[in-house]
């Protein structure tokens, strides 16, 4: 006697071979070297301080805003979508277990902060942050930096920080905030102490 399946087991047996095949294909793809080196990027970013320069912001607005902020950027090479800031000093900096940033925010305020009368427009937070964690993700072997901070001067704007760190040491920020709309932005990091350290050889070679 020839056994039949239901269709939709069959279906789940199919999903379930691919997956498992997609997690081992996937971890395979990851050479031992490249596996050590994000380890060891990992290890850095535990050890060392740290300073991230964003190049550029990605907001997120509803249509009706977008349509104005594009018609602000307008032949400019910026757009609602994505705005250069390269250059302009923007910044996150890990350094003695405090976190500072100083980041431009293009988006919408979803909520008062009560900070009538600052002239703070952008994301600013300087402190020892709460829940500060680094791990790598488990199937990309990436570090994650996430924390919880506020706003500078000010405790009633909270943010939830999320920072993927690549291996040629681009990052992908996302910030949660508690009033305003969600944002991303992309920069580049380096570690202070080798950027120190670069910075007093060339001094030393021009003199």
């Known amino acids: 006697m020839i056994k039949t399946y239901p269709y939709n087991l069959i279906f789940l047996m199919i999903f379930a071979m ?15 070297e490249k596996m050590e080196s994000l380890h060891m990027l990992n290890t850095q970013l535990l050890t060392k301080d740290y300073r991230i320069a964003i190049d550029a912001v990605f907001p997120f ?4 805003s977008s349509q104005v902020i594009n018609s602000v950027f307008q032949n400019t090479g910026n757009s609602a979508s994505r705005i250069d800031v390269s250059g302009d ?3 996150i900096q890990s350094q003695d277990s405090i976190i500072k940033g100083s980041l431009p925010f293009f988006g919408e305020q979803r909520m008062s902060t009560g900070a009538y009368g ?3 427009s952008g994301i ?3 402190n020892v ?5 680094i791990e790598q993700q488990p199937k990309t072997y990436l570090p994650v930096i996430t924390f919880e901070t506020n706003q500078k001067d000010q405790s009633t704007e909270s943010y939830l920080v999320r920072i993927v760190v690549f291996d040629n040491l681009n990052v992908d920020i996302n910030i ?4 305003r709309s969600v944002i991303r932005y992309d920069g580049k990091l380096t570690f202070t102490e080798i950027e120190a350290m670069n910075a007093s050889a060339k001094e030393s070679s021009s003199q």
Do not use: M
Request: hydrophobic fraction near 25%; include cysteine.
């Open 18 to 32: 691919l997956f498992f095949s997609g997690c081992t294909s996937s971890k395979a793809s990851l050479s031992a």
């Open 61 to 64: 607005n509803s249509a009706a």
């Open 89 to 91: 000093g923007n910044y």
């Open 118 to 120: 600052s002239s703070q």
């Open 124 to 126: 600013e937070f300087e």
């Open 129 to 133: 942050p709460k829940d500060y964690n």
């Open 176 to 179: 949660i905030s508690s009033h």
